[in-house]
């Protein structure tokens, strides 16, 4: 993985990111667009599709508002997948490293993410690169944060 490289989601490029594939059953761990929008503007979201070369292997849709009311959402990674294919090949630690980076650039300190707790969750993950479990939400998901 030494071609990574991010592109803003666009209509060049959607059609790939759509058609990346999990591996079995983690689909079921994507955060619903329309809970989201309970707290955040989606439309106005930092997307992005990570490439190795010209293939696409990750997609990240994070949030920087210092205005959003609640914490987990001012500088937050909303939505992240990585294809099946390309996971434990360091493609998710660079899309979070990439996230972490902007987060900075903007002022903030932290990242924070909110996952569901399971075997195929995300939860490992995030822990593994970083984010601290500080609590849980009203969906009894765990939030958790990354300092920076």
Known sequence: MTNLRLEELSAANVVAANGMTLKRGQEAFLAANAKLEEFVNTQSAWQRVIFDGDEPVAYVMANFDAE????EYRSSILRMYVA???QRRGVGTFTVDQVAQEAKRLGFDSVYAVWEEDDLGPGNFFQA???EIIGENEYGESIGRKSL
Not at 68 to 71: E, G, L
């Open 68 to 71: 959003v009311d609640r914490d």
């Open 84 to 86: 099946g294919e390309a």
């Open 129 to 131: 690169v970083g984010f």
